[in-house]
């Protein structure tokens, strides 16, 4: 296996990151079963786990951390910030006094004393980017987190982040983690490009598009989805985008299969080959689930390969607009688009 270059960290990392979202309530409860497909992952030769604070509020970082406890040094461990941990309005965003708490209860959990990647969740337009990065940068210096990155950024953000870090004297960003598949291809088009134009790396999540491009969503088929069902609409067949999806989910089959590979490796496949991806992360609920996706570690799909997916999804568009994982509080508001009758 090759390992990658972290952007400019000087961090190797395997071109597959396991991402730890389905441990714990929110996808597989059972701790020894969960322990089991890290650990799994890690003799295959992944060297890389990402987890947040809020995957089934703590508990995901909770298994990670007994999992991974003999082997620590030998693992890249990156865990997130931002999202809510509790009622309190301040037990969240990205404001100096939430990370420096909350990073004590993430090294808690994961029964660490440093995280080699920290990052921000989300952007928090009720935080000045200065004060999360002046905070971000107190903790690189105490040696309690050796780099820092955001997620799911738009590229004028990025752009701003690094601006303020060169401004002021600060740890940069050095990586970006957005979301990026098949069906989510608008990343190429900025924010990839951005990346590379500041060599951060990049970790993209969600590769299976939530699940679509696993092979188990079919026209006609019913499916028992532990994500259709926290999120319907994301998988409702009568929407004219997911429609779409599962037209494109035939015709990306018989791609996979002319390439000798299953449906899922060929979406992997397909990240990974992108040259601002440093890892493509993987979020496995069941060994069987692991097992299937471990030969992406060593998939290169070919031009034509390549090509015939181009001319099913437009490069630089997303099939549907919520793929994008972050909208902007100027459209989601609509004050912030009317002018006052």
């Not at 497909?37 to 508990?59: H, K, P, R």
């Not at 100027?330 to 009317?338: E, I, K, Q, Y």
Request: proline share 6%; charged share 25%.
């Amino acid at each position: 296996m090759e390992y990658r270059s972290l952007g400019r960290t000087g961090i190797k990392v395997s071109p597959l990151c396991l991402g730890a979202m389905m441990f714990g309530s929110w996808g597989n409860p059972d701790h020894e079963e969960s322990s089991r497909i890290i650990n799994m992952a890690l003799d295959a030769g992944i060297n890389f786990v990402d987890t947040a604070d809020v995957y089934s509020a703590g508990e995901s970082e909770t298994i990670v951390g007994k999992a991974i406890k003999t082997r620590r040094e030998s693992i890249v461990l990156a865990t997130k910030f931002h999202a809510p941990m509790g009622d309190d309005p301040n037990q969240r965003g990205n404001s100096r006094r939430w990370i420096v708490r909350e990073v004590e209860a993430s090294l808690k959990r994961l029964q660490t004393d440093y995280i080699d990647l920290y990052q921000v969740h989300r952007p928090d337009p009720s935080a000045d980017i200065e004060q999360t990065l002046s905070a971000l940068s107190d903790l690189v210096h105490s040696g309690k987190v050796l780099a820092i990155g955001s997620s799911t950024f738009p590229a004028e953000e990025i752009v701003e982040a690094q601006w303020a870090a060169e401004k002021r004297g600060l740890e940069r960003f050095m990586t970006e983690q957005p979301p990026y598949s098949i069906f989510a291809r608008g990343v190429e088009a900025s924010i990839l490009p951005t990346c590379q134009r500041y060599g951060m790396g990049v970790i993209s999540w969600s590769p299976l598009n939530g699940g679509w491009l696993s092979g188990k969503f079919r026209k006609g088929r019913q499916v028992d989805s532990v994500r259709a069902g926290r999120l319907p609409q994301a998988y409702d067949p009568s929407l004219p985008h997911n429609a779409a999806k599962l037209d494109l989910v035939d015709e990306l089959d018989k791609i996979a299969s002319n390439a000798g590979i299953s449906l899922q490796v060929l979406a992997v496949g397909f990240v990974t080959k992108h040259p601002a991806i440093s890892a493509a992360i993987i979020g496995p609920r069941t060994m069987e689930q692991l097992e299937g996706l471990l030969p992406a570690l060593d998939v290169s799909l070919d031009q034509e390969t390549m090509d015939a997916i181009d001319k099913l999804v437009v490069p630089g568009r997303n099939v549907a607009p919520g793929d994008a994982g972050y909208q902007t509080p100027a459209l989601t508001s609509a004050w912030r688009r009317r002018r006052p009758s």
